[in-house]
Each structure stands twice: as structure tokens, then as C-alpha cells.
């Protein structure tokens, strides 16, 4: 969590032990709020970063409990992961060897002799997180061994005591009915039983091993309704359809909606899919190929690429999209000057507003142009 989610945490009562302090950017005033909340971790992303958690909590005259993220190789999307030597992204600590300035120390060991040097921090152990939206558990394992191989070359040259393995999030969830998660349960015991594989194998005891689903625990809570407008249908000529067949002409239907890409960035950010239902009524229409879209000044401003609608879809009918409890209303934005919309808990028949939309004179009290005239 990074400095506005801690804010939430605290107005909100949360204990800071049960709290982590992400991002491979972390402010001063970030690793202070820390400090000052006793967060139960500092994920620490960066060398540069471990200096200066370092520094400030010895300015402070605290111990600041320190966790290193590691970049294992592994990345995982979907039911692929690829296993890289080297690392070239913005996160973590790189485990591959000869990465940094010091000949023959990777970064991430190079981070190990540093905290275990620094008497104001106390290393608790090691984490990494290898990508979202994650199927199969091969990733995760390769993830694991990696890292448990690691900590035990680590405990064993620095002569330390790493209690604590963090392996992420990543779980991913249905978004259309084409994805096919496995049940916790059933990740859970392909990791257990790696971990506990690779312990007995290294004659180590095992770390205790935390996760970090994300998705999979907000994503399939929440839908989206979104009010139909402007309909239309356009001709498509493609060199060959979903089915194989070439040279095809087809019709397809754009269902222009309420909201979009400042709702929901997703699709336009990295081509998710989702699906659509009609929600306000049924319906025994024909269904027809359709695509639904926002109302932004994009032609990318997609809501669902390709979906089956009864084809007397119409303006004032609502549409629900499943699936956007992660990633969607945080991720929102004002574009187009629109205000966002509010958020509804439904439980066992009531609900109860728990974000309010957006008002004109929420969205125009900062512009100091206009916000007093
Ligand atoms: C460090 C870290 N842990 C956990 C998560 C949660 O990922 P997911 O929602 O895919 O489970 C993220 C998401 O970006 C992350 O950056």
C-alpha cells in the first residue's frame, strides 16, 4: 500500500501490524507514516530504498522490520509463465548474479549483507510477486523454489535467521466464461507441498509462508450497471472469423453505455475481457453479436470487446459487468470530466451506500479557476 491506502487503513482503526508498505518508489514521508503506524513490514524494493529506511528509522531511534522483494525470473500471465535469468523491470531486487556495480553479487544478496548490517533494521525475510491474473500453480512453485533456495544459501553465508517467505499475489478470477481458476484450496496444497518439498530437500525449516491475493479476494464481489444509450450497427469485413471461416462479412452492434474507461481502465490498459448481461429485464430476443462501449473521446474506449446480447437491447435498459471488485474503481479517473459513480453493498436483500457518486461540485472544487466563481 502506498501513502493515500495507509491513510485509509488508519482512519479505518486497522492494527498496522497486519500491514505492509509496498512500491519501488517509496517516499521519505512514506516510510515515516510507516514507522509511525509500526507496520508489521516494509517491503523493501530497491537497495537505494533499504539505505534510506535505514537511515530513517536510526533518525527516529527505531527498528524498522524489513522485508526484501526479490525478482525470482519467474513471470507468470494467465495460464503462461516464462523463467528468465535476468530481470529488466521497475520492482524488485534482481536474484540473478552480477547485476549490480559489486562483481559477482546479485542485488538481492547484495541487499541481505546490507540489512543484516544495518542494527536499525530487522530483516524478517524474503518476498516476490510474479505477475496477476494467474491459473496454473507452475509459476507459483517455480517462484517458491527459487526463493527457498535463496534464503537457505542466505541463512546459512551470513549465518541469519529468515523467518518469513511472502510468495504474492496473482490468483486470477473468471472474468468471462472462458477462464477457469482452480479453487484456493487446490493452489494451496500444490504450494504447501512444494514448500514442503523443498525444505526437507535444503534442511531447512520451513519460513512461514504469507500471500497477497488481491483479485481474488474484492474481484468477482462487485459488478457494474451501466445504463444504455446510443445504438448502432456497422458492417464487418475480416480476412477470416472466430470460427475459421475467410473473407466474411458479419454485422456487429455497438451498445454505447454510461461510463467506460474512466470506470473501468482495464480493457483499454492491457485488453482485458469481460463479459455483459441485460439486468433489468429478460428477454427471449435473438442474441446478436455486440460490442459495448463507453462514452469517452477514444475509439479504445472499450467496456466488452465481443458479447452476445438479445438484439432488442435499448436505450434506458441496464447492463451489469461482472467481475470489476479489483482494479476498476481504483483505478478510475475524471477523463471527460466525468463523475464517477458510487458504490452500493448488497447483503441478504438490503443495501447501503458505501461510496457516493461523484458531484459537479466535487469535480470542480480544485480547479481554482472556477472552483469560487
Ligand atoms: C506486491 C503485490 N502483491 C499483491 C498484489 C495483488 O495481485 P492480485 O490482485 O493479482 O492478486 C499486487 C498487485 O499488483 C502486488 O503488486
Sequence with gaps: MLWGELAVAARAGIDGANLGLHGNNKSDAEINRALDMKLGRIVVDSLDEL?????????????AKVMLRLT?????????????????QKFGLSMAGDTTESAGLSAAEEAVAAATSYSNVELLGLHCHIGSQIFEPDGFALAAEKLLGFLAAMQAKYSIVLPELDLGGGYGIAYTPVDTPRPPAEIAQAMAAVVRSKCAELGIASPRISIEPGRAIVGTSTFTLYEVGTLKTVRVDAPVDAGGNQNVTFPRRYVSVDGGMSDNARPVLYDADYSAILASRTSDAAAQLSRVVGKHCESGDIVVRDVYLPEDVAAGDLLAVPGTGAYCWALSSNYNYLARPGVVAVRN?????????ETEEDLLNRDMGVANV
Design 51 to 63: 539505505e534510506r529506511v535505514a537511515k530513517i528509522a536510526s533518525g527516529r531511534g527505531e527498528t
Design 72 to 88: 525470482p525470473g519467474v513471470h507468470a500471465h494467465t495460464h503462461e509463465f516464462i523463467a528468465t535469468a535476468h530481470e529488466d
Design 349 to 357: 436483500g438490503s443495501a447501503r451506500l458505501i461510496v457516493r457518486g
